[in-house]
């Protein structure tokens, strides 16, 4: 076995071209010529082997037990012969005896060859995988390489090809050899073959996180995504929020002259992007998710989580949309069902109350509590009541003790 700097200089290289841990080639070769060795010596030998980190020299030793008498040869050694060693040696010693390795030439070399680089490509699986899992639920940029004989598209990562599958692509999206697109990583496996990673263009959370690559103050946290839904390759609406009250969480989303969502309509190959301000109070909050329709009363049954919506007769369609889309949508981005009808359906079957319209009305103009304000301030002024009540009693006492 050729042992020496030639060695070391081959490790040094393999490691800067793959990447790995010099450590983990050492403890690599070293298990590569234990498994050779115990081929000459019998898998039940104890093998060690010692190899020199600067020279490349390696020592091969078989680990004996200090017995009286020899029942295994390969594992154990007698008191006589151990103390020849040295004379500190005792009985339950546990002994390295040097051992020149027989006929350790082509086949020993070749399956210590072979371990090695089965080594090589498990550190190197595992350093893939450590690298790519930091990016599961994020985004990343592939470039599109080919389509297989499944219709699954296989994206370049870089040092790794992942698979865009059919259920997670676009239908109208094409994917053109060498074309730069981004995907959000949906999860990633390791596999005896190495990291297996899920992509998808379909997600909600691309849009969400591309909003945090193109707009400052969603990655910051100064405006929260509340909310989003998607029908991928056709519309997005998501509700956005900040508890930064010189903020416009609607207008930081949309940029100058709608620069920042355009940025990301383009990303998404014409996706129409609908941002509205979440709202706690939840008549207000659905009136926006019908946006762009105009709405004119909302009332709602939290016992059911359901909400009845007034819209203009020539509105209708518009908050309806295309094939029930944009009703569809609002309903998945508030979590309320959601039953629309005009304004001269409604009022001739009565389905809102009367005063629903002007409730509405004062709702948008800010002039009007939410159900759960009301409570509040019922509670408060009951319990400011009972306050001077009891203030009134204790002075009623008072002035009957002096009398």
Request: charged share 30%; net charge negative; with cysteine.
């Amino acid at each position: 076995m050729d042992q020496g700097s030639e060695l070391i200089d081959a490790l040094h290289q393999i490691s800067k071209e793959k990447g790995i841990d010099q450590q983990i080639i050492f403890e690599a070769i070293e298990t590569s010529l234990v498994t050779a060795c115990k081929k000459n010596f019998g898998t039940s030998a104890n093998i060690k082997i010692n190899m020199d980190h600067e020279t490349g020299n390696v020592s091969v030793y078989a680990q004996k037990t200090v017995v009286d008498q020899i029942s295994d040869s390969n594992l154990e050694i007698n008191l006589e012969s151990a103390k020849k060693m040295n004379a500190r040696y005792d009985l339950g010693d546990i002994v390295d005896v040097v051992v020149t390795p027989r006929n350790f030439g082509r086949i020993s070399a070749q399956t210590a060859k072979q371990v090695v680089v089965q080594k090589f490509r498990e550190a190197e699986r595992e350093i893939l995988y450590n690298e790519y899992i930091t990016k599961e639920r994020d985004i990343v940029t592939g470039i599109v390489q080919r389509k297989d004989d499944r219709r699954n598209i296989v994206i370049s990562l870089g040092k790794i090809e992942a698979m865009l599958a059919p259920s997670e692509q676009i239908s109208r999206e094409k994917y053109n050899f060498q074309d730069r697109i981004k995907v959000y990583v949906l999860e990633v496996k390791q596999t005896p073959k190495g990291p297996q990673i899920s992509i998808s263009r379909t997600h909600p959370e691309l849009v969400k996180r591309l909003f945090e690559q193109e707009v400052p103050e969603v990655y910051d946290g100064v405006v929260e995504v509340r909310s989003i839904t998607r029908e991928a390759g056709s519309r997005t609406k998501m509700a956005v929020y900040s508890k930064n009250r010189n903020v416009d969480p609607v207008g930081a989303c949309v940029g100058q002259n709608g620069h920042r969502v355009n940025v990301i309509v383009r990303e998404l190959n014409g996706e129409k992007v609908d941002i509205i301000e979440w709202n706690q109070c939840p008549e207000l909050y659905i009136a926006a998710a019908l946006s762009p329709s105009r709405v004119l009363a909302v009332v709602i049954n939290p016992a059911d989580q359901t909400a009845k919506i007034v819209v203009p007769d020539y509105q209708l369609s518009l908050a309806i949309g295309k094939e029930g889309q944009n009703a569809r949508m609002a309903a998945k981005l508030t979590g309320w069902r959601i039953d629309i009808k005009s304004e001269s359906q409604a009022r001739t079957m009565g389905f809102v109350p009367d005063n629903a319209y002007d409730n509405f009305e004062r709702l948008l103009s800010g002039e009007a509590l939410t159900e759960e304000t009301k409570i509040k301030e019922t509670e408060k002024e009951k319990a400011e009541i009972e306050v001077e009540v009891e203030e009134v009693k204790e002075t009623e006492t008072v002035k009957e003790g002096a009398e």
